[in-house]
């Protein structure tokens, strides 16, 4: 997948607003599969930014390596803004950074499940001063679903800058 301008474009814009305020940032991507992290890593000088990120396609690695409770995946399933939260909260202290952005939805073209239908994700936002969530649905393919997911887990980091 080549990376979306308008995307990097966010991230610089992202990266920036990081530097000035001398913090750190990370990912935590299901649905995305780590195009959160890769957008931000196209922009030079990122490492100064970006401690790292944690692609947790499985449920298990959610639950495993990013701290998510099995409750809260047993009780809201993984495309959820509990389970999204959680992953969050999880890559800031999996990488020790002070804002983290994670990603999990049904980027189709099948997977959908009831009440969540193809193009549902839900975003996770860990930062100092609080934790947001957000869901969307939105995207006619594959390559739409992800690269909205993308700008809009940039988005909710520059507005939390």
């Known amino acids: ?15 920036e607003r990081a530097r000035q305020k001398g ?8 649905c995305t599969g780590g195009l959160v992290a890769a ?10 930014v970006v401690r790292g990120g ?3 396609y499985w449920a298990e690695v959610k639950r495993d390596v990013l701290g998510v409770p099995g ?7 993984v495309v959820s803004e509990q389970c999204a939260q959680a992953m969050a909260k999880g890559a800031a202290k999996a990488l ?3 804002y983290a952005v994670s990603t999990t939805g049904i980027a189709g073209p099948g997977g959908a499940e009831p009440g969540k239908p193809v193009g549902t994700v ?5 930062a100092p001063q609080g934790e947001r969530t957000l869901t969307t649905c939105r995207g006619d393919s594959r390559a739409e679903v992800r690269s909205l997911a993308v700008r809009t887990a940039l988005q909710l980091l520059l507005d939390e800058l």
């Open 1 to 15: 997948m080549v990376l979306d301008e308008e995307n990097e474009a966010l991230a610089a814009e992202v990266l």
């Open 23 to 30: 913090v750190t940032v990370g990912t935590a991507e299901s």
């Open 39 to 48: 957008t931000l890593t196209a922009v030079p000088g990122s490492s100064e």
């Open 54 to 56: 944690v692609v947790s």
């Open 71 to 77: 409750d809260v995946i047993d009780t809201f399933g």
């Open 96 to 98: 020790g950074c002070e």
């Open 122 to 126: 839900c975003f996770g936002l860990h």
